[in-house]
């Protein structure tokens, strides 16, 4: 009878504890099937390039976009990329990854994004460690801004050299993509056609800094969820210069319960990580 009594309460232990549980994310398939963190690794290892998602002040995100690429790199060959470092900023970041500058070097140097110590530097250390090229592979935030204020065209009077850090010219650009299309909404007309360009231009240019780094090797791209969502963004624009090349995409949504997926963003990437709505931001 002791023994009885002894196993109903630790069963009724692990039920309270297993209850008690809080997951910090889940994985899904664009179907909005569970899948593990294993069969992500797989269906990155099969891919050419990567696109990784963010929520940019998501620290779940950061986590496993470091734990991925960690696992990734002590078996095969790497590039990595980042939306958060811009394209003149490539030799600094180049002088950091050979160790010929420090941190406050690159500080000093470069233009970093506020959270990027927090969020983005393990990233980058760990291709040095590795000895993994880290492409920057953004548009100077200035030259979006001109686009903005007066669309592709004002690109065509840069000099040559500052062409060298956007996508060749001229910019191809769908307006009826979804995406764009919403972008626009969201800014209730303000910046007119002008703003979802502004938001093209960087995306072209990022695919085409992947594209011009790849080489033979995995190249996972770091960059926010809108830049590659429902398969547009970064991903178009590295389809319309390689329609064969085989790209996987993972995004990130926030809910208040992770029990059930949200039927709503079916198909938004191949791979979508879910979070809790009341997770601590890095920013």
Do not use: C
Not at 82 to 101: F, P
Not at 197 to 208: E, G, L, N, V, W
């Amino acid at each position: 009878m002791q023994k009885l009594i002894v196993l109903v309460l630790l069963f009724i232990g692990t039920v309270f504890s297993y209850g008690q549980n809080k997951a910090a994310y889940k994985l899904y398939n664009s179907k909005g099937h569970k899948i593990s963190y294993k069969k992500v690794l797989k269906k990155m290892r099969k891919a050419d390039v990567v696109l990784f998602g963010e929520l940019h002040n998501n620290p779940i995100a950061h986590w496993l976009q470091f734990e991925l690429t960690r696992d990734l790199a002590a078996e095969q060959s790497l590039v990595l990329g980042a939306e958060m470092l811009e394209a003149d900023n490539q030799e600094e970041v180049n002088s950091y990854l050979k160790g010929d500058i420090n941190q406050q070097g690159l500080d000093t140097l470069a233009r970093l994004w506020s959270n990027y110590k927090t969020d983005y530097k393990p990233l980058v250390d760990l291709a040095k460690k590795y000895q993994i090229p880290f492409v920057a592979t953004n548009i100077p935030r200035i030259f979006a801004k001109k686009v903005y204020k007066g669309g592709f065209e004002v690109l065509d009077s840069l000099s040559s050299e500052a062409k060298n850090w956007i996508a060749p010219l001229p910019i191809s650009f769908d307006a009826s993509l979804s995406q764009y299309v919403k972008m626009k909404a969201m800014m209730g007309g303000h910046g007119g056609d002008n703003f979802p360009k502004s938001q093209a231009i960087k995306d072209a240019t990022m695919a085409h800094f992947i594209l011009k780094n790849k080489g033979g090797s995995l190249f996972i791209h770091y960059n926010g969820s809108f830049h590659s969502d429902y398969y547009q963004g970064i991903y178009w624009y590295l389809k319309q210069v390689n329609p064969s090349l085989k790209i996987m995409t993972i995004s990130m949504e926030e809910q208040d319960q992770l029990k059930k997926f949200n039927k709503e963003i079916k198909g938004k990437a191949d791979v979508i990580i879910l979070t809790p709505s009341t997770m601590t931001k890095t920013y």
